[in-house]
């Protein structure tokens, strides 16, 4: 009986012991299946976006600077055109005359040779002018220099006067001392004093002519110096009263005129679309394009949501999407735009954004001359972010 139940026991533990065994396998292998998937979910966590390495937009080829639309006044008719569609021109020149050019032209003319005549007058008024100022001033100097030598003849007259009257009052003064002494007659002494007094009267005419040539120079003088001012007022008077400075601005005016009339080149470039020939009126279209294509751009229009990518300096290719040029063209933003506007160049993807928000970026080439010919034509863009 003891036997029989420790045999009984022995089973049970065994029993049990598989059951153990059983289940510790069976969570070993829950765990192993779990823990795959956990690692895998963590590495996927771990993994980021790719970094965007380019930006794609469209874009449309032009010059340098833009195109111009060079035009005139509405209703007036081009004479004369002096280029072709093609044609290269320069800073200033000429490209086209209007029909009132010729009006303008005769205009200008008259008004030069009124500019011409009233300088000639001019001329001839201040030479005549010029010759009596110096007839005045001759006449001064005719007064002047004999009435100065009369002067000075005179002081020197005056100055021997007074030497001699002095030499005289001196010898008066010894022939009294000499009479009183009765050393000599009273017939000598009154002989001195009627010498002396010779003397002094002589000295008071010379003075008083003196004053007399001085006051005669003075009047002289004043009058040649009156003389003198009214030639130099005269000269005045008939230079102001010669229009040549209205002439001159009648002149600026009509070349003024005359200048509207021609259409010149803004600066160098080339004639890209003549829109008005020769007898046409100029309309609100104008009379023709213009661009400088020795220098072309490419203004791509990026979408507002990668232009955040965009900077300057970065490379950028360009291809033709209809094969208008074979190779592919290089170049590097020169210009981010400031403004968002309604995309201009759209897809030929029908399912493409027609209304997408773009920022223009301009695209300096590195090379222009194949596409000098191509002004608005649509390019493919490929920016290069991560350079």
């Known amino acids: 009986m003891v036997g029989k139940a420790l045999h009984k026991n022995r089973g049970s ?18 765990f192993r299946i779990i823990q795959p998937r956990t690692v895998a979910q963590s590495t996927t966590e771990e993994v980021t976006a790719p970094q965007r390495v380019a930006v794609a937009a469209l874009g449309r080829l032009e010059p340098d600077g833009e195109v111009f639309r060079i035009s005139g006044p509405t209703g007036e008719r081009v004479g004369r055109l002096e280029v072709n569609e093609g044609d290269i021109v320069v800073a200033r020149q000429a490209i086209a005359y209007l029909e009132s050019y010729e009006e303008r032209l005769a205009e200008r003319n008259f008004a030069a040779a009124q500019l011409e005549e009233a300088q000639l007058q001019y001329q001839a008024e201040t030479e005549s002018g010029q010759a009596k100022v110096s ?39 010894r022939f009294e001392g000499l009479f009183e002494e ?6 000598q002494l009154d002989a001195q004093a009627t010498d002396t007094r010779r003397v002094e009267e002589e000295l008071q005419n010379a003075e008083a002519t003196l004053i007399q040539l001085e006051e005669d120079r003075l009047t002289t003088m004043s009058l040649a110096e009156e003389q003198l001012q009214s030639a130099e007022a005269d000269l005045t008077l008939s230079q102001v009263q010669v229009t040549v400075a209205s002439a001159q601005q009648n002149l600026e005016l009509a070349e003024a005129k ?9 600066r160098n470039g080339r004639i890209l679309r003549v829109i008005a020939k020769e007898g046409e009126a100029i309309t609100s279209e ?22 955040g990518l965009v900077r300057l300096g970065q490379p950028a290719q360009i291809n033709s999407r209809n094969g208008a040029f074979e190779e592919r063209l290089v170049g590097e933003v020169s210009e981010i735009g400031w403004q968002i506007f309604k995309n201009d160049v759209l897809d030929d993807d029908p399912a493409a954004n027609a209304d997408a928000r773009v920022v223009e970026v ?12 191509l002004t ?12």
């Open 13 to 30: 533990l065994v029993a049990i012991a598989g059951s153990v065994i059983a289940l510790a396998l069976l969570g070993l292998g829950v």
């Open 135 to 173: 007839e005045a001033e001759a006449r001064i100097q005719q007064v002047d220099r004999p009435a100065s030598f009369q002067i000075e003849a005179q002081q020197a007259n005056i100055r021997r006067l007074e030497a001699e009257l002095t030499l005289a009052q001196t010898d008066l003064e």
């Open 182 to 187: 009765g050393a000599i007659a009273r017939q």
């Open 258 to 266: 005359l200048e509207r009339t021609i259409i010149r080149a803004p």
């Open 286 to 307: 104008g009379i023709l394009d213009f661009g400088d294509t020795s220098q072309m751009y490419v203004v791509a229009e990026v979408y507002e949501t990668d232009v």
């Open 362 to 373: 301009k695209i300096r080439l590195d090379d222009s001359q194949p596409v000098q010919g």
């Open 376 to 387: 608005n034509l649509q390019v493919d863009v490929r920016i290069d972010v991560d350079a």
